[in-house]
């Protein structure tokens, strides 16, 4: 059997995933490659990559909360979100972390238990909170500089499947999907 691509990582990251509970993700350069895409009629399109998305059912499907925390309104992500069945959807937050803190209140559940996923430096002080901060490959460097992992995929391009795979492997649950599909 091959090695599993997520072996060799540090015991402490181990650690940290396996209390996750909540994992928040960003959007714009996260959850997509970073670009504003406008049609003519001034419309705004995102690109989601579909691994992605099979990886935020897969913790959902396996007890970890999902929310995303984005500066932007945007109708795709409101329909993406609920494709996805995502309750915890919060747009248009100047202030990630104040929106964080209240998300993990109203849970019932501590930093230490949640997982941020940024890019840039308007997610630093919610991955500081966090009790795992990931930044994506394409992150900027002083965002990635603080993040205890930074994923090998850039956003949009499969980088949030990896932060999914991370966290199941972690919680010994990754073998199960992997049976599963088998």
Request: hydrophobic share 45%; glycine share 8%.
């Amino acid at each position: 059997m091959p090695a599993h691509y997520l072996d060799h990582l540090p015991a402490d990251l181990l650690a940290r995933a396996a209390k996750i509970r909540l994992a928040v993700f960003d959007v714009d350069g996260t959850l997509t490659d970073g670009r504003l895409w406008y049609g003519e009629d001034g419309r705004e399109t995102k690109v989601f990559h579909v691994h992605d998305g099979l990886g935020l059912k897969l913790l959902q499907a396996h007890g970890v909360e999902v929310a995303i925390i984005t500066a932007r309104i945007s109708h795709p992500v409101a329909l993406r979100a609920e494709e996805l069945k995502i309750a915890n959807v919060y747009q248009g937050q100047s202030d990630k972390l104040a929106c964080f803190r209240e998300l993990l209140a109203a849970l019932g559940l501590s930093a230490e238990q949640a997982a941020f996923i940024g890019d840039d430096l308007p997610d630093l002080p919610s991955m500081r909170q966090a009790g795992l901060a990931v930044a994506v490959a394409n992150a900027h460097p002083w965002v990635a500089e603080q993040a205890h992992w930074v994923t090998t995929k850039s956003g949009g391009m499969g980088a949030v499947r990896e932060v999914c795979d991370l966290i199941l492997m972690a919680q010994g649950k990754a073998d199960t999907e992997r049976e599963r599909w088998q």
